[in-house]
Nanobody, 120 residues
Framework: QVQLVESGGGLVQAGGSLRLSCAASTSTFSNYNMGWFRQAPGKERDFVAAITKTGGTYYADSVKGRFTISRDNAKNTVYLQMNSLKPGDTAVYYC??????WGRGPYNYWGQGTQVTVSS
């Protein structure tokens, strides 16, 4: 069982930046593909970005060029650097992990989410 804990969410003005972190409780973090998803009120959960075990990255078109996913295997942590934020980025952001699934999924493990609110 892998537990994922997100942090770094908050309130930011449009055009600002935030960095989300997701810490994983596993000693084999490097064996997991990781993803970030988001869910806005009244909408389905959407894919944002993913990073493979070997560092390959994949982004949703809506965030490409603004968001950057990275991982630090020594810290068992995956990050999502979000720049040029827009009100449309407002959502609860979730990280996910899986040893086989990658990209848009499926993922077996999910965090509880962290709220990101972008004001206009």
């Amino acid at each position: 069982q892998v537990q994922l804990v997100e942090s770094g969410g908050g309130l930011v003005q449009a055009g600002g930046s935030l960095r989300l972190s997701c810490a994983a409780s596993t000693s084999t973090f490097s064996n997991y593909n990781m993803g970030w998803f988001r869910q806005a009120p009244g909408k389905e959960r959407d894919f944002v970005a993913a990073i493979t075990k070997t560092g390959g990255t994949y982004y949703a078109d809506s965030v490409k060029g603004r968001f950057t996913i990275s991982r630090d295997n020594a810290k068992n942590t995956v990050y999502l650097q979000m720049n040029s934020l827009k009100p449309g980025d407002t959502a609860v952001y979730y990280c996910a992990a899986d040893q086989r699934g990658w990209g848009r999924g499926p993922y077996n493990y999910w965090g509880q989410g962290t709220q990101v609110t972008v004001s206009s």
